[in-house]
């Protein structure tokens, strides 16, 4: 199994930046993508940000110079720097990695983080 470990939400005033990091441990062969999900009150989950290993990353077009996400394959952990936040911003944050436990096509993984709340008021 494939844990993740986030930190970094909290409360912020408009305009303001936050750090969010996510790292995995566990057992698995490779980790292909990485990457931030946000869920407000009354909507669905949505991607916000991802990372691929091999460096390519997407993002949800409300956050696009804002947000940079980033990855540490060494650490296996990925980051999410959040400037400029506005109220639209709040939400529960959720750690996504998904990837292969062993070399077999059949082990395909996919992992969420426990959520950290992000508040953007001030």
């Known amino acids: 199994q494939v844990q993740l470990a986030e930190s970094g939400g909290g409360l912020v005033q408009p305009g303001g930046s936050l750090r969010l990091s996510c790292s995995a441990s566990?057992?698995?062969?490779?980790?292909?993508?990485m990457g931030w999900y946000r869920q407000a009150p009354g909507k669905e989950r949505e991607s916000v940000a991802t990372?691929?290993?091999?460096?390519?990353?997407n993002y949800i077009d409300s956050v696009k110079g804002r947000f940079t996400v980033s990855r540490d394959g060494a650490k296996n952990t990925v980051y999410l720097q959040m400037n400029s936040l506005e109220p639209e911003d709040t939400a529960v944050y959720y750690c996504?990695?998904?990837?292969?436990?062993?070399?077999?096509?059949?082990?395909?993984?996919?992992?969420w983080g426990q959520g950290t709340q992000v508040t953007v008021a001030s």
């Open positions: 566990g057992t698995f062969f490779n980790i292909i993508v």
């Open positions: 996504y990695a998904g990837g292969y436990e062993t070399s077999s096509t059949y082990s395909r993984f996919d992992s």
């Open positions: 990372v691929t290993r091999g460096g390519n990353t």
